[in-house]
């Protein structure tokens, strides 16, 4: 039997209907196979040996870090027990626990706010949107910056205590903060006065391009009241090596 | 019959379809945050900055032995352990920005164009370099410091105006320093290409004097 023209236009539309998506999947196939053959042909000539020793030296870092805090752990104990004897001793101990604290040495524990930042999780992303929709390092110094203008007392990314010599270093898209390798989702915990750093925060001219990315490209980004936050002493390395105090170090300033 | 078998086709072709497209981009977002992504290049810097950031560790650890040993000589022997205080109280001072402090490093002469988003990042950039003290014009930056733009076009630090052209000092190593801010691609060739009529002048300095912190701002 020859088909009617009504059967033989509906047979064409099934078959177009299906066409559309079968080129589609045909094309993402392909781009997921040429992702992987390029992917693997560079990480198995030079990406796995590399990863493998930036691994093991963050993993050497750990351990270097913990030896670290033992023997200034160990040294604070004998000099606060040799302190007990003279006056003059226990001044420049006094002094020396001031310090430390002031410098970021020592934990912390107190209220404040903790901000929340995220790559966005938004599957439907058009692919000139990634770049806004990813943390860079600037977004995590810019926070930095807003969070002591609000009045912080203590802060810290990802448990590592900010410090004179902290820094936000980006490479690629790998964030490293004190030199530690960081990835998304970061949380800032800051301890200080909650409304002055959530009025600092919710000011429209403080962050506008996160808050802009937050709105628009679904970047995480989230301020919110804490209590009794805590942050960990800074357990870096202090590397004073080129500087000198210009005054004699005394007890008393 | 046949309308039915080609819906449900096309509904399968599609459910697969939606499943792959949603598989490629959660496989973009794991990617794009693990070192499995980065080049070569990139892993050989992340390589070279742990590296050295272990060796800061082990030099430090070193000292710190060293130390040890003396104070507990000391202690064992009478003396108490004053000196190794005094030398902590040296470096705590520096860390924290409470005391003026002396040594070689470099000076950035900016003339013209700049604002506060830029400065912080040039303040971040010296301290990747590993910078022992900063000052800005003549306000030291400290552990808690902030900056702003004001509406005269001038920055603030830590609520203090400082006006252009700025001059930021940095203790630390001159040469690694150095190199830090005018390697190519640097920070300073990046500002240069955005801030296209203001002049950046680097040079090293075998003596600054790097005032303290303001009492304010601790």
Known sequence: ?253 | MRRDAGAISTAVVALFLGVLAVTQFRSQDVYSRSLQLETPASLTTVIANLSDRNNELRNEIFDLRRDLVNAQESVASGRGSLSDAERQLRQFKVFSADSAVAGPGISIRIDGDFDERALSDLVNELRNAGAEAIAINDVRVGPRSYFVGTLDRAVAVDGRAVRGPWTVRAIGSPEVVYVAMTRTGGIIGQFELIYRNTRFAVSKDTTLNIPELASGSR
Request: aromatic letters at 4%.
């Open chain 1, 1 to 253: 039997m020859i088909p009617s023209g009504a059967a033989r236009r509906t047979r064409l539309q099934h078959s177009l209907v299906l066409l559309l998506p079968a080129v589609l999947f045909g094309l993402l196939v392909s781009v997921q196979w040429r992702t992987q053959t390029f992917r693997s042909e560079l990480s198995v000539r030079y990406n796995a040996p590399l990863i493998d020793a930036a691994n093991a030296l963050q993993k050497e870092q750990a351990t270097l870090k913990t030896q670290l805090a033992e023997l200034r752990g160990r040294l604070d104990e004998i000099q606060r027990n040799a302190s007990t004897q003279s006056g003059a001793a226990r001044e420049l101990q006094a002094r020396v626990d001031d310090l430390r604290e002031r410098a970021g040495l020592t934990p912390r524990a107190g209220d404040g706010v903790v901000v929340q930042l995220d790559d966005a999780r938004n599957a439907s992303l058009a692919a000139r949107d990634i770049e806004k929709s990813i943390c860079h390092a600037t977004d995590l110094t810019d926070i930095l910056n807003t969070a002591w203008r609000g009045g912080a007392d203590a802060i810290a990314v990802n448990d590592e205590r900010i410090v004179s010599s902290s820094s936000v270093y980006c490479v690629g898209s790998t964030i490293m903060v004190n030199g530690t390798l960081m990835s998304p989702p970061f949380s800032v915990a800051v301890i200080g006065p909650q409304n002055a750093l959530l009025g600092a925060f919710d000011d429209p001219q403080q962050l506008s391009d996160i808050k802009q990315r937050r709105d628009v490209q679904g970047l995480g980004f989230r301020v919110t009241r804490a209590t009794q936050i805590h942050v960990p002493g800074y357990t870096g390395a202090l590397n004073i090596r080129y500087a000198e105090p210009r005054s004699l170090p005394t007890a008393t300033r």
